[in-house]
T-cell receptor, first 113, second 111 residues
Framework: GAGVSQTPSNKVTEKGKYVELRCDPISGHTALYWYRQSLGQGPEFLIY????????DSGLPNDRFFAVRPEGSVSTLKIQRTERGDSAVYLC???????????FGPGTRLTVT | QKEVEQNSGPLSVPEGAIASLNCTYS??????FFWYRQYSGKSPELIMSIYSNGDKEDGRFTAQLNKASQYVSLLIRDSQPSDSATYLC???????????FGKGTRLSVIA
């Protein structure tokens, strides 16, 4: 079946602009996660949804970052007033069941110039 | 602060040898552990999960967990050049909770 999909695959934006990154999870997966990965580092947790609600947003670095999942499927990560330090690969993962096996999408590479 | 530690490598092994990748974690509440393989420029791919003490084998891969020592390892038997990648160790509390990742160990299998 289809895996996790993310769009766009690459996004270049200017400092101060607003961006939206989209994630479409595996069908039927109720849990959806956003991570951010910088070069040479492991993925870093940002926010986690169970259904439509954000179950844990403790990883969001500041209030410029926001994410929604209005119908419990597709999620959008929104970044306002982008900064050069926001440049990274943004990964989305989804999971179902008790033991948190998370499956990652291909990621969106965000570059802020 | 929950931490997962891995040797960054690179770990170089000859083709056909056993590659041994190690990981330690700080949070005793962690219940589930995962190994992901990440090729350069690609996203992490789940290769093994382990939830209880002992060994779990899947093909050429064996994951080992020792909760008393807070230690997780991955053995890759008959290593192939196609196994060359960064291997990420991750842990989580039970249920659907976020993963805490190590920085990854870069493995190079030399033909």
């Amino acid at each position: 079946g289809a895996g996790v999909s993310q769009t766009p695959s690459n996004k270049v934006t200017e400092k101060g602009k607003y961006v939206e990154l989209r994630c479409d999870p595996i069908s039927g997966h109720t849990a959806l996660y956003w991570y951010r990965q910088s070069l040479g580092q492991g993925p870093e947790f940002l926010i986690y949804f169970q259904g439509t609600g954000a179950a844990d947003d403790s990883g969001l670095p500041n209030d410029r970052f926001f994410a929604v999942r209005p119908e419990g499927s597709v999620s959008t990560l929104k970044i306002q007033r982008t900064e050069r330090g926001d440049s990274a690969v943004y990964l989305c993962a989804s999971s179902a069941g008790q033991f948190s096996e998370q499956y990652f999408g291909p990621g969106t590479r965000l570059t802020v110039t | 602060q929950k931490e997962v530690e891995q040797n960054s490598g690179p770990l170089s092994v000859p083709e056909g040898a056993i590659a041994s990748l190690n990981c330690t974690y700080s949070d005793r509440g962690s219940q589930s552990f995962f190994w992901y393989r990440q090729y350069s420029g690609k996203s992490p791919e789940l290769i093994m999960s382990i939830y209880s003490n002992g060994d779990k084998e899947d093909g050429r891969f064996t994951a080992q967990l020792n909760k008393a020592s807070q230690y997780v390892s991955l053995l890759i038997r008959d290593s192939q050049p196609s196994d060359s990648a960064t291997y990420l160790c991750a842990g989580s509390n039970s249920g659907n909770t976020p993963l805490v990742f190590g920085k990854g160990t870069r493995l190079s299998v030399i033909a």
